[in-house]
């Protein structure tokens, strides 16, 4: 099992910024990678930031398209911590963020955090 711990969530104005955190604990040793996703405009989670823990390539990152050149993706190895700097928030990105981490076949998932952006 793994468990994930959100923080950093809040209110912020337009143009501000925020950084969320999440850190992990548990059996993360084979976690291929984290990221952190938030409530689409369908049924499914978006995807807006994911780095590699494992593999091939430890330490990529890719974001999703409507949040690039915006949003930084980090990890402390040493803390087990994950960050997302968000910058230049829009009231678009009023929403609740995920944590995940993803195993091959499972995934974890952290409580939210909640963003809000004012206008």
């Known amino acids: 099992q793994v468990q994930l711990v959100e923080s950093g969530g809040g209110l912020v104005e337009a143009g501000g910024s925020l950084r969320l955190s999440c850190t992990a604990s548990?059996?993360?040793?084979?976690?291929?990678?984290m990221g952190w996703y938030r409530q689409g405009s369908g049924p499914q989670r978006e995807k807006v930031a994911l780095?590699?823990?494992?593999?091939?390539?430890?330490?990529?990152?890719d974001c999703g398209d409507s949040v690039k050149g915006r949003f930084t993706n980090s990890r402390d190895r040493t803390k087990n911590t994950m960050y997302l700097q968000m910058t230049s928030l829009t009231p678009e990105d009023t929403n609740v963020y995920y944590c995940?981490?993803?195993?091959?076949?499972?995934?974890?998932w952290g409580q939210g955090t909640q963003v809000t952006v004012s206008s």
């Open positions: 995940a981490a993803l195993r091959t076949g499972t995934d974890y």
């Open positions: 780095i590699t823990t494992g593999g091939p390539v430890v330490g990529r990152t």
């Open positions: 548990g059996r993360i040793f084979d976690i291929n990678a």
